[in-house]
C-alpha cells in the first residue's frame, strides 16, 4: 500500500502541477494579450494626442491655419488631423460638415474637410452641413486628431476660440493716476499691460497680472491678492471693429453722406424691447420707437457709425451696444443715464441669460445729472474702452455724498478713472466708491462680437 500510495501521491501533485500550470500559461498569454491591446490602444491615443497638440502649435503661430494632416506616418501609426478655424472663414476646395464623435454625439462640431476626406466622415455618422447656425465671428476653431495604431483608432477633439477681453473683470493699457486705493474691490482676473501702483489697502479677490510690477503706497501699504499676484504678462489691447461692423443686426450712421455725428438713445426695457431715437449733427431727437431686442439686431450688435450711445434700462435678453468715432471729433463715446441692469440677475437665478456687452471707441461715462446724483449707481455689462477711461463724470466724483458704484460684469480700459475723492490716509469721503463683482460666466460666455485678443486659448479637450 505504501508504494501505491506514493504514486497517488505522485499521480495527484503531477495532475496539480499540470492543471497549475495550464492555468498559468493561460494567465500569461491573457496577460500578453492585454499588454498587447493596451499598448496598441496606448499607441493609437499619443498619436491622436500629438496630432492634436502639433495642430494647435501651428493655430497659435498661424491663425488661420487649417490645413491639417492626412495619413501621416508617425510613430508607426497613421495620424489624420482635421482643422475647422471657422475664425478665419472656410476657404476653397474644403467641405463643411458636421462631425459627430463615435459614442459622444453631444460633442458634435461644425469643421470643414478637404473633399478626400469627407466619404470617410459620412461613413461613421458626419453629415454635410453646419451643426448649427452660429455665425460669430469668435466662432471656436475645432481639432479633430485621429490616431490610428494596428487597427485601432483613437480620436481627441480640442476647440479653441481667440481670447477674448471679456474674460478680465478689470483690464487697463497702464494705470497712470487713479490707483486702487482703500475701499475699492475689484473682482475676477485682473490684468494691467504696464505697472500696478496701489494706495493703502484695496482688495483684489482674482488673479492679479501686470506687464512692469507693483508699486505700494498709501497708508498703510497693504494691498490685498487673494487670488494671487504675478508679474511679466505682456496682452496689450488691441481694437477691431471689422467684424462688428459688418455682422451689426442695426447700424445708425448719418445717411445724408455728410459725415455728421449722430447720437443714440438706447432705452431697455424688461420685456425685452428697446426704445431708440436718433439725432444727426445739430438736428433734432427723431420720433421714439420701441422694438424687440431680436427685431432690432438679429446678430445681437447694435453699432452707431461717428456717433454716441446715451443709454439705461433692464436689459432682457443678450445685446452688444458699440460706439465709434471713425475720425470724428466728439464721436465715440458710451453714457449711462442712470442704472443699467439685467432682468433677471444671473447671482440669483443661475439660468439667467440675459448679457450685455458696451464697447466705446473712446470714453464710458455715468452722466452727472438729477436722477444719479446722490445715490447708488448699478450697472451689469462688460465694458470695453479702447482709447480712454470708464467711470462717473465729475458732478459725481465731486458731489458731497459717498455712494457705490455697483459693478456686475468687467471693465477694460486704456486707463483706471477716478470715481472718489480720498482724504491722506487713502480714505473716500466723497464720490463714488468702486464696489466690484465680476460675472464669472464671462469666463466661457461672451457677448456678441465682444473685441478679442490676437491670441488663441483652448477651452475644451474631449477624449
Not at 148 to 153: D, F, I, R, S
Not at 158 to 179: D, M, Q, T
Not at 241 to 270: C, E, H, P, W
Amino acid at each position: 500500500m505504501g508504494g501505491k500510495a506514493a504514486l497517488l501521491l505522485v499521480l495527484g501533485f503531477s495532475l496539480i502541477f499540470l492543471v497549475v500550470g495550464h492555468n498559468f500559461n493561460r494567465l500569461t498569454i491573457r496577460g500578453m494579450d492585454n499588454y498587447t491591446r493596451y499598448f496598441i490602444e496606448t499607441t493609437a491615443y499619443n498619436i491622436a494626442v500629438s496630432g492634436a497638440n502639433l495642430a494647435a502649435n501651428s493655430i497659435f503661430m498661424d491663425k488661420t491655419w487649417e490645413a491639417g494632416y492626412s495619413n501621416l506616418s508617425y510613430q508607426g501609426g497613421i495620424l489624420n488631423v482635421y482643422v475647422s478655424n471657422m475664425a478665419a472663414g472656410n476657404p476653397n476646395g474644403k467641405v463643411t460638415i458636421c462631425h459627430i464623435p463615435p459614442g459622444n454625439s453631444t460633442a458634435r462640431h461644425t469643421m470643414s474637410v478637404s473633399a478626400g476626406a469627407v466619404a470617410a466622415h459620412l461613413a461613421h455618422g458626419d453629415f454635410l452641413g453646419a451643426c448649427d447656425a452660429n455665425t460669430n465671428y469668435t466662432q471656436l476653431a475645432t481639432i479633430v486628431s485621429e490616431g490610428t495604431y494596428e487597427g485601432v483608432t483613437k480620436t481627441i477633439i480640442v476647440e479653441l476660440r481667440p481670447s477674448n477681453f471679456a474674460k478680465y473683470g478689470n483690464y487697463y493699457s497702464s494705470i497712470s493716476s487713479a490707483y486702487p486705493a482703500t475701499g475699492d474691490t475689484f473682482d475676477g482676473p485682473f490684468h494691467t499691460n504696464g505697472k500696478l501702483t496701489t494706495m493703502g489697502r484695496p482688495v483684489f479677490l482674482g488673479k492679479v497680472t501686470t506687464r512692469t510690477g507693483l508699486t505700494k503706497s498709501g497708508t498703510p501699504k497693504d494691498p490685498k491678492f487673494y487670488g494671487g499676484y504675478e508679474s511679466g504678462l505682456d496682452l496689450p489691447l488691441v481694437f477691431d471693429t471689422t467684424g462688428m461692423r459688418s455682422q451689426a443686426g442695426k447700424v445708425f450712421r448719418d445717411t445724408t453722406n455728410t459725415n455728421k455725428k449722430i447720437d443714440v438713445r438706447l432705452y431697455f426695457n424688461s420685456n425685452s424691447t428697446v426704445t431708440f431715437q436718433q439725432k444727426i449733427g445739430t438736428g433734432a431727437w427723431s420720433v421714439s420707437k420701441t422694438q424687440n431686442i431680436t427685431t432690432l439686431a438679429p446678430n445681437g450688435i447694435i453699432y452707431v457709425e461717428r456717433g454716441n450711445i446715451y443709454t439705461k434700462g433692464v436689459v432682457n435678453g443678450n445685446i452688444t451696444i458699440a460706439a465709434t468715432k471713425k475720425g470724428t471729433s466728439g464721436a465715440g463715446g458710451v453714457y449711462f443715464e442712470d442704472d443699467f441692469t439685467y432682468a433677471s440677475d444671473p447671482r440669483s437665478n443661475p439660468n439667467s441669460d440675459d448679457l450685455a456687452g458696451i464697447i466705446a471707441e473712446e470714453t464710458i461715462r455715468i452722466q452727472s445729472n438729477a436722477t444719479t446724483l446722490g445715490k447708488d449707481i448699478n450697472t451689469m455689462a462688460s465694458m470695453y474702452c479702447m482709447n480712454g477711461t470708464v467711470g462717473p463724470e465729475d458732478g459725481l466724483v465731486n458731489q458731497n455724498f459717498l455712494g457705490n458704484w455697483n459693478i456686475f460684469g468687467g471693465i477694460i480700459a486704456n486707463d483706471l478713472r477716478v470715481t472718489a475723492n480720498y482724504n491722506n490716509a487713502g480714505n473716500p469721503y466723497k464720490g463714488l466708491r468702486f464696489v466690484h463683482k465680476y460675472d464669472e460666466r464671462l469666463l466661457l460666455k461672451v457677448p456678441p462680437y465682444f473685441p478679442h485678443t490676437n491670441n488663441f486659448e483652448v477651452v475644451s479637450w474631449f477624449e
